[in-house]
């Protein structure tokens, strides 16, 4: 109680209740194991320099033992939203098996009807130039959502009851009335958001041909409609010749959606419902990290693959969690051919041992299992520190170290498949010179209180609620330095509208930085310069057109930036109308408190 009695009797109270109800959450899951010190509970003891508190947040009941690899991947069903129709998209309450030994889970979930809604949603296929039509509705009749809500922090709270959703989609060119703002949500009863304009979207397809998603954006509660389900991939495919045609394709071509859930025993989402600093914010907490891996809405499922070649498009759709990915064979690791990013193609493959996807960002790979016996087992694998870069290692035991396993079967023809040499005729960004660029230069903070927890995150020490201060011209080049002050994890940033290049992440002395005693206007090595290196430039698993780019802890990250198509020609829409574009971190925790931003272009 020594620890304790700083604090207020109220504040003694509540921790003891949280314990309490903690200690009776894991009663009633069915754990029959005592909970362990995990590395959720390592990176909330590490958060805090100057407290030993722990975070509530992050001591959620363990999710009962779950067999690894008994389920079969379930492959994501194609809808084409090129036909010249309009494809309705609703959202429903579904309830869904993740795993063999568990109960079906509550959900929300995406389909054309109620019967074939489901999680993740359908993969939308869109051709290139081509427009695409889709009206979103919302089915859900729920009075509230299931997952808790903190009314603390600015959210979607209609008036007459219902789940207010809006979605967005990740990654493309559109009107700001079609992008699903934040606050254009729609409830199931008619009510609607105050920037609402339209729920019939449209989509003109004219980025280049990539995997984006869409998934749900409605204020301060996406981090609760993600984990609900309302989420799904969107592939933009070019002409022949416009993408290769040798690539594996068909059944060779494989859609994966990794989220990490927290489970109870009777199949329902485990997601914090008590937060750091109740006085505060009741509920928020700055982070949610599951242990359990769910892949196209299976819990660590297994592929059966012929020793043929595979392109695996993936997508990391955690709210905090990065995935350091690793295909491995026994002891052997097997390389990824990076061959796109989240804005399409490189221009060669690049072999890559790992890959690091920050929640959010997608990766197109090929993965060749030639060669491999039937019967051999590989597994795609998972060594992202909780908390990354800087959070604690993953234990050697800890079953989020694995995603999915490959299981080899034979197959007596040919893999016809080929990575060709030329995929495309990608090349990297030209720096144009500085007095025809705009800088603009943004800190990343982190508000934190007494106890060392979280209590809000900041761009610029702007607030969403704050007036528009990135306002760019069409046309316009700017370079983006992000200055990432917080001391461990990484801030996936993401643009709405444009494409980006990584140009350079640098060093820095964030301590000296945040005490005035020096400066980065001074390059590196001048007297009284905060940085502690020379910049470095985008490494291997950065390079390409990027609609999302992790903005690293200790370092100044810049992205390059343009605002017109990402062919070069101009927006063939209007991007400056109501209600505007974001731009935001891709930490759902963090974009619903308060590290999102408004963003507008003008003629
Ligand atoms: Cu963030």
């Known amino acids: 109680m020594g620890q304790l009695a700083r604090y207020s009797p109220w504040r003694v109270l509540f921790i003891l209740l949280a314990a309490l109800i903690v200690f009776l959450v894991f009663l009633t899951s069915g754990g029959s194991t005592k909970p362990k010190r995990t590395a959720l509970e390592l990176a909330a003891s590490t958060k805090a320099d100057n407290s030993s508190e722990q975070s509530v947040c992050l001591i959620l009941a363990p999710s009962p033992n779950l067999t690894q690899f008994v389920d079969a991947l379930p492959i994501i069903p194609i809808i084409n939203v090129s036909t010249g129709e309009k494809i309705v998209m609703k959202a429903f309450t579904i309830h869904q098996k993740l795993h063999r030994d568990l ?33 979103w509705e919302n089915h859900i009749a729920d009075e ?10 600015l959210a979607a709270l209609p008036r007459r009851g219902g789940v207010p959703i809006v979605t967005h989609l990740h990654g493309m060119e559109l009107e700001p009335k079609y992008d699903g703002h934040p606050e254009a949500w729609f409830t199931k009863y008619g009510e609607t958001g105050p920037r609402y304009v339209t729920q019939d979207y449209e989509y003109l397809n004219t980025v280049l041909p990539s995997m984006l998603w869409y998934h749900d954006h409605s204020i301060g509660i996406t981090r609760l409609n993600l984990a609900a389900g309302l989420a799904g991939p969107y592939v933009v495919r070019g002409s022949k010749h416009e993408e290769p045609t040798s690539l594996p394709k068909g059944d060779q071509e494989i859609f994966l959606f990794i989220q990490d859930k927290q489970l109870f025993a009777n199949g329902s989402i485990n997601f914090p419902s008590v937060g750091d600093d109740v006085t505060m914010h009741p509920v928020w907490c700055p982070g949610y990290y599951g242990d359990t891996m769910v892949v196209n809405g299976k819990v660590w499922p297994y592929h059966e693959v012929f020793p043929f070649k595979y392109r695996l498009r993936i997508l990391n759709g955690a709210s905090e969690r990065f995935l350091d990915l690793q295909i491995n064979h026994g002891n052997k690791t097997l390389p990824f051919h990076k061959i796109g990013t989240d804005g399409g193609y490189l221009r060669s493959s690049v072999r890559l041992n790992h890959l690091v996807l920050s929640p959010g960002e997608r990766i197109d790979c090929v993965v060749d299992f030639t060669g491999l016996k039937a ?85 610029a020490n702007r607030s969403f609620q704050d ?89 100044v990250t810049r992205i390059l930036v343009t605002f017109r198509s990402q062919d070069g020609s101009a927006f063939r829409f209007d991007p400056t109308g109501e209600p505007g574009f974001l731009w935001h971190c891709h930490l759902l925790s963090h974009e619903d408190n308060s590290m999102m931003r408004p963003m507008n272009v003008v003629y």
């Open 103 to 135: 109960p079906p889970t509550r959900l929300y979930g995406f389909g054309t009807s109620e019967s074939n809604a489901q999680y993740p949603g359908p993969a939308l296929q869109a051709t290139r130039n081509v427009r695409s039509r889709i009206r």
């Open 144 to 153: 509230q959502h299931f997952l808790a809500l903190d009314k603390t922090i």
């Open 375 to 459: 019967g051999d087992r590989v597994l795609l694998n998972n060594t992202g520190n909780v908390a990354y870069p800087g959070g604690p290692p993953l234990d050697a035991g800890d079953k989020m170290r694995a995603v999915l396993e490959f299981r080899i079967v034979a197959n007596s023809t040919a893999d016809r498949s080929r990575i060709p040499k030329n995929l495309s005729d990608y090349s990297p960004p030209v720096v144009p010179a500085a007095n025809r660029t705009r800088f603009r230069h943004f800190i990343l903070t982190e508000t934190i209180n007494n106890a060392g927890n979280g209590t809000e995150l900041l761009l």
């Open 467 to 555: 007036p528009v201060t990135e306002i760019s011209h069409l046309g316009a080049t700017e370079i983006w330095q992000f200055i990432s002050l917080t001391p461990s994890v990484a801030h996936p940033i993401h643009l709405h509208l444009v494409k980006f290049h990584v140009l350079d992440v640098q060093p820095m002395d964030t301590g000296s930085y945040l005490n005035s005693t020096c400066s980065l206007i001074y390059d590196y090595g001048q007297p009284g310069s905060c940085f502690l290196g020379p910049s470095r430039p985008p490494d291997p698993q950065e390079i390409g057109w990027k609609d999302i780019a992790s903005a690293w802890p200790g370092n």
